[in-house]
């Protein structure tokens, strides 16, 4: 996948504001750095796309679903920035699976 920097976006990391005009760039499917300030050199071919207004966040938590073996249901969550879900498991004989 190319490589991307998203600038000029507000930065959370789950617990607290990291910055509130930062750059995230992310190389070969994985964020390599995180800033405060631009980059002063930028991979070959790296798109540069505008943060202005958006917020960067970690996945979200989905912590109550009924999802027991629905895959349909967790590839929309995952769509939807959602990377963990909690399932309850309200079925009996869910428990023995």
Request: hydrophobic share 40%; aromatic share 8%.
């Amino acid at each position: 996948m190319p490589s991307f920097l998203i600038s000029d976006t507000r930065v959370f990391d789950g617990e607290s504001l990291i910055h509130d005009h930062g750059f995230v760039l992310v190389e070969d499917d994985r964020i390599k750095l995180v800033s405060a300030i631009k980059p002063a050199a930028l991979p070959k071919d790296c798109t540069v796309l505008d943060g202005s207004g958006c917020t960067v966040l970690p996945g979200l938590v989905d912590a109550h679903v009924h999802a027991y073996h629905d895959v349909d249901f967790l590839e929309k969550a995952i769509q939807y920035g959602v990377t963990t879900v909690i399932d309850m498991h309200n079925e009996p004989h869910w428990f023995r699976d």
